[in-house]
């Protein structure tokens, strides 16, 4: 019987030996962003942590998302989204810019617009590949290449404007660099890249013979005459362009997870094969309704939308500014990176903490965004909020 029992526990030791996570998996598994939103929802703080975006849904979009429901839009859709939507995306994208897809062979809706990035890096880049981004970074841009075992490659913007060294740029690019990454205007800087700047990078992309993937999530969140550049509008372009946007921050639906991406039609059969793989399709009653978002809406919809974020985004920064965090003021998106230096704490999520437990607003720390050693003395703040909610943050602010 002993020796039975030592066979025994011999074995399952054996087999507990090779349990373990994959090499992709992460030490860490909760994200700086979550884990301030868990500890704000724990202590029912204002969560100025995660882009949220809790502001009012356009009655078109979500009166359609009810009907859609009635009249029995819950099967299965086309792996790369429901006709109407994809032709609504296609004149979206003739409309803002001139550009044209062929809705049947150019256009995937994606399970948000994570999800088409990930579809693209997917059918386009292999293990041991590099992507240049920039940095300050988005962090799920960086942990999806590495999802794939591809290697992100940084190149730092400058401070305080996050202005382009098109000399670093071109330092960064090796031969095994398959692609850019561009994202404007950007999470977390809320820099939005300059004519120039972009043609800087698609000039190189086009001299290395690389694709250049743009996340556009924000692209009518620009203030203060700042213009969104579609980098597939370029000249020679539009055949290298991955453009992956979506509907989460304009509708105001960031649980709808509902998002799209546009390319060459080389690319889309074998983005549309990992979307499926993954995500099968996204969501159908919501494809309904942001179809009918993207053919009722005026184009004043969009304007009054950067209106309307640049009074949001000018309250923050007052409220940070007169408490000493230094902001820098963003030409885009909906966040503002602030220094935290008269914060207690030798870490920026230390600072963070502190902020929090001083007035219960969340922020994140700054070291979110960058490569490790950097960020340690910003904090960022979204201001993707209702008026009355962003109006009590900045006013318990104030008391620091």
């Known amino acids: 019987m002993a020796e039975m029992q030592r066979r025994t526990h011999t074995s399952g030791a054996a087999t507990a030996s090779r349990l373990s996570l994959s090499e992709l998996a992460p030490d860490t598994f909760q994200s700086e962003i979550r884990a301030m939103t868990t500890e704000c ?8 942590a995660q882009g949220v975006c809790d502001t009012p849904v356009p009655g078109v979009v979500e009166a359609a998302a009810h009907q859609a429901i009635r009249d029995g839009y819950n099967i299965y859709t086309r792996c790369d989204g429901m006709t109407r939507l994809r032709e609504a995306i296609a004149a979206k994208q003739r409309r803002d810019y001139g550009l044209e897809y062929d809705a049947e062979r150019e256009v995937l809706v994606a399970s ?20 240049v981004l920039f940095e300050p970074f988005y962090g799920y841009h960086v942990n999806a290449l590495k999802s794939v075992r591809v290697k992100p490659v940084l190149v730092a913007l400058a401070e305080p404007d996050w202005a382009l060294d098109v000399n670093a740029l071109k330092a960064a690019i090796t031969p095994r660099t398959r692609a850019i990454l561009l994202n404007s205007p950007a999470n977390p800087s809320g820099k939005v890249f300059t004519r120039a700047e972009i043609e800087a990078v698609a000039g190189l992309a086009i001299e290395r013979d690389l694709f250049l993937i743009t996340d556009e999530i924000y692209e009518y969140f620009v203030y203060d005459g700042a213009e969104h550049i579609c980098a597939a509008t370029l000249e020679g372009m539009r055949e290298r362009t991955i453009v992956v946007s979506g509907f989460s921050k304009t509708f105001s639906v960031t649980g709808w997870r509902l998002g799209y991406a546009t390319a060459d039609a080389r690319w889309m059969p074998a983005m549309g094969h ?4 993954i995500y099968v399709c ?9 179809a009918a978002g993207l053919e009722q809406l005026p184009p004043s919809f969009y304007t009054q939308l950067a209106t309307d974020y640049q009074v949001k985004r000018g309250k923050l920064l007052c409220a940070l500014e007169e408490i000493g965090m230094e902001p820098a003021v963003p030409s885009g998106a909906y966040y503002i990176l602030a220094r935290a230096t008269r914060l207690p704490g030798r870490t920026a999520a230390q600072k963070a903490r502190s902020l929090m437990a001083a007035t219960g607003v969340a922020a994140v720390a700054g070291s979110a965004f960058f490569r490790p050693g950097r960020g340690e003395d910003l904090l960022r703040f979204c201001f993707a909020k209702r008026d009355d909610e962003l109006d009590e943050a900045c006013a318990r602010l104030r008391k620091l």
């Open 41 to 48: 929802d724990r202590i029912g703080g204002i969560n100025l």
């Open 112 to 131: 948000g617009a994570t999800a088409g990035l990930h579809a693209a890096i997917m059918a386009l880049l292999n293990e041991g590949d590099e992507v």
């Open 274 to 277: 990992f979307h499926d793989l």
């Open 282 to 290: 996204a969501p159908a009653p919501f494809q309904v309704a942001a």
